[in-house]
């Protein structure tokens, strides 16, 4: 599918990709994978043809169809579901020339295609796309103005699919995805039909989707069968069986040179000294395939654990003036849970946690916080309002008034911005860099509640080993909001649901909740064979598009309806008298299959004309 051959590119000083190279093949759904910063959205850009590289080549079939999710979300009055459905730019420009086709052979050829690319189930195929990513009906017939940037986004990444390009380029598509999201979208992307090719540092959407890893490590590419898991264990072991093979080589080399610096001035020996110092020069030293070192997260935790439990409510209700948002919270919180909230985006599983920590007022019931508990907050949004002047060295000294300078370096280098580091502005910092400040800040005091709400984005695979790795180092409570399902799975061991206006305890493991949630959602395959079956099968053909009732007399319909069934029908008479000739079959058997296909589906694109027609007459004849 995507040959890339002595690809090389660089960005200022520093060099993204040094004479890399990979064969990606058809049909495989291929994970792409490095550290953040590498270059991966950078090969995107190159494969969209947004940049051309220094040297090298990156080589794609003639006529391939690109579908990547553009960078700004999608806005204006147009319904959701419209603009979806506007993604398949075949299907609407054939849609509008249906419209005005007055040559009776391209009509014909039109209704083909029309079938061809069952076109007959594509409002089914969008709202089931929509209704999975977390849109119901309701919300599919609104404007993209009326939705935030994120949600915007979600209908940016359902256009792509509903598009159904022979490669798809998908960035970290999970990032403005809830769980219940991303599990839709993995379970989706298991059976996609064509090529896909996706940057993302979800383990779980990596192992359940891909069946290739696209490495990308020191400017050099390398794919891996398997999906991730396996991808990590071939890398271990190549790592282990490259570190004895280097092990060796050094002891050869000692050995040879040894034999040089005794035996170089000996007449006896010279010729042998000789040899062995060009097996010297020809021997390739072996580099041992090193991962470059995460720097770890470090969450202080409380000096000392309360009496259980922190947070008991009885009946507590909560919200945003006079709308209601949760009731009948009737739940405690001990000092050593670990809590994942689970629930669709707007359920109000912020407000929730907003509530725990004391940052909303309760609006009935009661709620029991202890008095000395401290609580730590990292939510997305704050990682957008730090000061970009800012450095950490200046956010630290705020919270260590007393400090000396070299305390405050040293807690720095505690949160992971040690040396100059420290010293960079916030707009200078990475996504990932960002977090990282954040969630140092949110836990600098070591509180005994720790609420994150999604820490992972902008987290490469290897840190967020490093978070899941604090996490359970943290001896205080937490609740954990995230789209992250090997998160959830590595660091809770309660599960709670907000669903219906309320939080109730989930009783079962995640592979149970994705269950759920399939079968609520159900899959975009499934809505759409439903579509298809009761369209009449995949070879129902696509009448004409009708205005609706609502703004033309129903004379008007009739008459646009009878045209069609007359055009329909002298379409079919000029098909029978060329069947009905001899030297059709003679000239060319393959016009007169093609002719016989035709007629066919003229056939069922009368009988669906003509159902409307009678319904529209019964319309009329109630009417009068």
Same mark, same amino acid.
């Given at each position: 599918?995507?040959?890339?051959?002595?690809?090389?590119?660089?960005?200022?000083?520093?060099?993204?990709?040094?004479?890399?190279?990979?064969?990606?093949?058809?049909?495989?759904?291929?994970?792409?994978?490095?550290?953040?910063?590498?270059?991966?959205?950078?090969?995107?850009?190159?494969?969209?043809?947004?940049?051309?590289?220094?040297?090298?080549?990156?080589?794609?079939?003639?006529?391939?169809?690109?579908?990547?999710?553009?960078?700004?979300?999608?806005?204006?009055?147009?319904?959701?579901?419209?603009?979806?459905?506007?993604?398949?730019?075949?299907?609407?420009?054939?849609?509008?020339?249906?419209?005005?086709?007055?040559?009776?052979?391209?009509?014909?050829?039109?209704?083909?295609?029309?079938?061809?690319?069952?076109?007959?189930?594509?409002?089914?195929?969008?709202?089931?796309?929509?209704?999975?990513?977390?849109?119901?009906?309701?919300?599919?017939?609104?404007?993209?103005?009326?939705?935030?940037?994120?949600?915007?986004?979600?209908?940016?990444?359902?256009?792509?699919?509903?598009?159904?390009?022979?490669?798809?380029?998908?960035?970290? %598509?999970?990032?403005?995805?809830?769980?219940?999201?991303?599990?839709?979208?993995?379970?989706? !992307?298991?059976?996609?039909?064509?090529?896909?090719?996706?940057?993302?540092?979800?383990?779980?959407?990596?192992?359940?989707?891909?069946?290739?890893?696209?490495?990308?490590?020191?400017?050099?590419?390398?794919?891996?069968?398997?999906?991730?898991?396996?991808?990590?264990?071939?890398?271990?072991?190549?790592?282990?069986?490259?570190?004895?093979?280097?092990?060796?080589?050094?002891?050869?080399?000692?050995?040879?040179?040894?034999?040089?610096?005794?035996?170089?001035?000996?007449?006896?020996?010279?010729?042998?000294?000789?040899?062995?110092?060009?097996?010297?020069?020809?021997?390739?030293?072996?580099?041992?395939?090193?991962?470059?070192?995460?720097?770890?997260?470090?969450?202080?935790?409380?000096?000392?654990?309360?009496?259980?439990?922190?947070?008991?409510?009885?009946?507590?209700?909560?919200?945003?003036?006079?709308?209601?948002?949760?009731?009948?919270?009737?739940?405690?919180?001990?000092?050593?849970?670990?809590?994942?909230?689970?629930?669709?985006?707007?359920?109000?599983?912020?407000?929730?946690?907003?509530?725990?920590?004391?940052?909303?007022?309760?609006?009935?019931?009661?709620?029991?916080?202890?008095?000395?508990?401290?609580?730590?907050?990292?939510?997305?949004?704050?990682?957008?309002?730090?000061?970009?002047?800012?450095?950490?060295?200046?956010?630290?000294?705020?919270?260590?008034?007393?400090?000396?300078?070299?305390?405050?370096?040293?807690?720095?280098?505690?949160?992971?911005?040690?040396?100059?580091?420290?010293?960079?502005?916030?707009?200078?910092?990475?996504?990932?860099?960002?977090?990282? !400040?954040?969630?140092?800040?949110?836990?600098?005091?070591? %509180?005994?509640?720790?609420?994150?709400?999604?820490?992972?984005?902008?987290?490469?695979?290897?840190?967020?080993?490093?978070?899941?790795?604090?996490?359970?180092?943290?001896?205080?409570?937490?609740?954990?909001?995230?789209?992250?399902?090997?998160?959830?799975?590595?660091?809770?061991?309660?599960?709670?649901?907000?669903?219906?206006?309320?939080?109730?305890?989930?009783?079962?493991?995640?592979?149970?909740?994705?269950?759920?949630?399939?079968?609520?959602?159900?899959?975009?395959?499934?809505?759409?064979?439903?579509?298809?079956?009761?369209?009449?099968?995949?070879?129902?053909?696509? %009448?004409?598009?009708? %205005?609706?009732?609502?703004?033309?007399?129903?004379?008007?319909?009739?008459?646009?309806?009878?045209?069609?069934?007359?055009?329909?029908?002298?379409?079919?008479?000029?098909?029978?008298?060329?069947?009905?000739?001899?030297?059709?079959?003679?000239?060319?058997?393959?016009?007169?299959?093609?002719?016989?296909?035709?007629?066919?589906?003229?056939?069922?694109?009368?009988?669906?004309?003509?159902?409307?027609?009678?319904?529209?007459?019964?319309?009329?004849?109630?009417?009068?």
């Amino acid at each position: 599918m995507l040959h890339i051959n002595d690809l090389t590119f660089r960005l200022g000083p520093r060099i993204l990709f040094d004479k890399a190279g990979a064969a990606l093949p058809d049909q495989a759904r291929i994970g792409f994978v490095g550290r953040n910063g590498t270059g991966k959205t950078t090969l995107f850009r190159m494969i969209s043809g947004e940049l051309h590289p220094e040297g090298g080549t990156l080589s794609l079939p003639r006529n391939v169809r690109l579908g990547r999710v553009e960078q700004e979300a999608p806005g204006g009055p147009t319904k959701m579901v419209d603009f979806v459905l506007s993604a398949d730019v075949e299907r609407a420009a054939l849609m509008d020339e249906a419209e005005t086709a007055t040559d009776p052979t391209r009509i014909a050829d039109i209704q083909t295609r029309l079938v061809d690319i069952e076109a007959h189930a594509a409002p089914a195929r969008a709202a089931a796309i929509l209704s999975g990513l977390g849109f119901n009906k309701a919300a599919q017939d609104r404007a993209l103005s009326e939705f935030s940037g994120g949600w915007r986004m979600r209908v940016a990444l359902a256009a792509v699919l509903f598009s159904r390009p022979d490669l798809l380029l998908l960035d970290e %598509p999970t990032n403005y995805l809830d769980l219940e999201g991303t599990l839709w979208l993995i379970d989706y !992307l298991s059976t996609y039909p064509a090529t896909i090719l996706v940057i993302s540092h979800d383990r779980d959407l990596l192992d359940a989707v891909c069946d290739h890893i696209l490495h990308l490590d020191q400017a050099k590419l390398t794919l891996w069968r398997g999906n991730y898991a396996s991808f990590e264990r071939q890398r271990r072991e190549q790592q282990a069986i490259q570190i004895k093979h280097k092990k060796k080589q050094d002891e050869q080399r000692k050995h040879l040179q040894t034999f040089v610096d005794r035996f170089r001035a000996s007449a006896t020996k010279a010729k042998q000294a000789q040899s062995r110092i060009k097996m010297l020069a020809r021997m390739e030293p072996v580099s041992a395939m090193v991962d470059s070192q995460v720097l770890p997260f470090n969450f202080p935790s409380p000096e000392k654990q309360l009496s259980p439990p922190i947070v008991a409510m009885d009946g507590v209700s909560v919200g945003y003036g006079d709308r209601t948002v949760l009731s009948r919270l009737s739940l405690n919180i001990s000092n050593d849970d670990r809590i994942g909230l689970l629930g669709s985006n707007g359920n109000g599983k912020s407000t929730f946690a907003k509530l725990v920590a004391g940052r909303l007022d309760v609006a009935g019931g009661t709620i029991r916080r202890s008095s000395k508990m401290t609580v730590g907050f990292f939510a997305q949004h704050q990682v957008e309002e730090l000061d970009e002047k800012q450095t950490p060295y200046q956010c630290v000294a705020e919270r260590m008034r007393d400090g000396t300078e070299a305390k405050i370096r040293g807690r720095c280098a505690q949160l992971g911005f040690p040396n100059v580091k420290a010293d960079t502005p916030v707009s200078n910092l990475s996504g990932g860099e960002k977090a990282r !400040l954040m969630m140092g800040m949110a836990t600098f005091d070591g %509180p005994h509640l720790l609420i994150l709400d999604e820490p992972t984005n902008h987290l490469d695979i290897d840190s967020r080993a490093a978070l899941i790795e604090a996490i359970n180092d943290y001896d205080g409570a937490i609740i954990i909001i995230a789209h992250d399902r090997y998160l959830i799975e590595a660091c809770a061991d309660r599960l709670w649901l907000v669903e219906k206006g309320t939080v109730t305890t989930f009783d079962g493991d995640m592979d149970e909740y994705k269950s759920l949630v399939l079968e609520n959602a159900g899959g975009a395959k499934r809505s759409a064979r439903k579509a298809d079956k009761a369209a009449g099968g995949a070879t129902a053909p696509i %009448p004409l598009k009708k %205005p609706g009732r609502n703004h033309i007399p129903i004379r008007k319909q009739l008459d646009a309806v009878e045209e069609k069934m007359g055009k329909f029908q002298a379409l079919i008479t000029r098909i029978d008298t060329a069947l009905a000739n001899p030297e059709t079959f003679q000239r060319d058997k393959g016009k007169a299959a093609t002719l016989a296909q035709q007629r066919k589906e003229l056939e069922k694109a009368l009988t669906v004309v003509e159902e409307e027609w009678l319904m529209l007459t019964t319309e009329s004849e109630a009417a009068q």
